[in-house]
């Protein structure tokens, strides 16, 4: 009974040395990657604001987030230049009032400017006519800390275009359907490149426009698609608070959102930057880039 007992236990260590080496041969599990986070946001200023005020709302900003896309601030850029050679920022605000009004802004910190660029859509009443012409504006930065491509584009499209989702038949809600269609196609180009956010003040409740679903307006033309396709954070995450403009929730942050196993940047989360002195709120999104 001894012999046995000592056999079976040889036995047992012989087993699990067996096993333990087998293991140690097999492939190891992939390591998950490593992930590193960002703020992306977006603020409309309102162009009538004192300096003082319109100060403390770029500040406000530019303390909640690492990358914000303006609006209404073309009359501002003398002073965004120096705010932002100042305060260790870079700045993008091309041409006069009118094209500079849709400015981006990035901490150099963080991120490296690798290409930049504003497109032309359309004169919203006509030529010279009020509300003035509309341009998307966009900057490709390197994500210091990831290494990451990440291409920033920011819009801000006409006002009073629609009522609860539906469209005004005017000039400037035609204007309005080619910046919609040309963000979306400045979009599809550059998330060739890389990751891509686009920002701004849309003009288009994000409810009301889901609801009735005109198909030349926000949600059809970026979001109701199948992936690939941009997704904005009220989408991913549901609208909060009473609004970004009184009861309208038309300030918007989306990012390209790929299939899963394509997937390397993420929109996790957004909060609303209220207190500001402009008749907007800020839309801040946090974001988690693969390194």
Sequence with gaps: MRRTTIWSARALGALVSALALGVALLPAAPATAASVTFRA??????YGLSQVDFAQDLNLIASKADLVGLNEVGN????????????????????????????????KSMFDVLDKGSIFVCDTNGPGE?????????????????????????????????????????????CAEAQFQGLKDLAVNKQAEGQVIVSGDLNVDFSADRSFGYAKFPWQVFEANELPNLRSNYNLYGEKGTGTHGNRHIDYVYFWKRLPEYQLMWMTGYDFVGGTNSDHNGVVATFSVQS
């Design 76 to 107: 501002r850029k003398a002073y965004l230049e120096n705010w932002a050679a100042d305060n260790g920022w870079w700045l993008y605000a091309p041409g006069g009032t009118n094209q500079a009004g849709e400015a981006l802004i990035a901490k």
């Design 130 to 174: 009020v509300p003035p012409a509309r341009y998307n504006n966009w900057v490709k930065y390197r994500h210091k800390a990831s290494g990451r491509t990440v291409t920033h584009i920011n819009a801000h499209a006409v006002a009073s275009i629609e009522t609860a989702g539906q469209p005004q038949d005017l000039p400037r809600t035609r």
């Design 41 to 46: 946001a977006t603020l409309n200023i309102y």
